[in-house]
Nanobody, 117 residues
């Protein structure tokens, strides 16, 4: 059974940073591209970033380029998202998902990121 646990969210002021983690189990993590998606209050899922199996290829939503960095540690079955210069519009619940194309299937509870002064 696919199991992911997202963590690292919290309340941060505009301009601040957070590092999200996603611990995965129940599937061969190193055999899957992985992605981060987010859901703001009252809105649908928005793709944030994807990373290839080996971590060589990384893609980002245009609005996030230069601020967010995705990475993975296949030895630890863990996906990361470093978020810098956070903005209020980044407020959302962040989820890690398998694959790099929609439709996205949320498996975990997500981690809440709130950017506010």
């Amino acid at each position: 059974e696919v199991h992911v646990v997202e963590s690292g969210g919290g309340l941060v002021q505009p301009g601040g940073s957070l590092r999200l983690s996603c611990a995965a189990s129940g599937f061969p993590f190193r055999s899957y591209a992985m992605s981060w998606v987010r859901q703001a209050p009252g809105k649908g899922l928005e793709w944030v970033s994807s990373i290839s199996l080996t971590g060589i290829r990384k893609t980002y939503a245009d609005s996030l380029k230069g601020r967010f960095t995705v990475s993975r540690d296949n030895a630890k079955n863990t996906l990361y998202l470093q978020m810098n210069n956070l903005k209020p519009e980044d407020t959302a619940v962040y989820y890690c998902v398998q694959g790099d194309t929609s439709p996205w299937s949320k498996r975990g509870q997500g981690t809440q990121v709130t950017v506010s002064s």
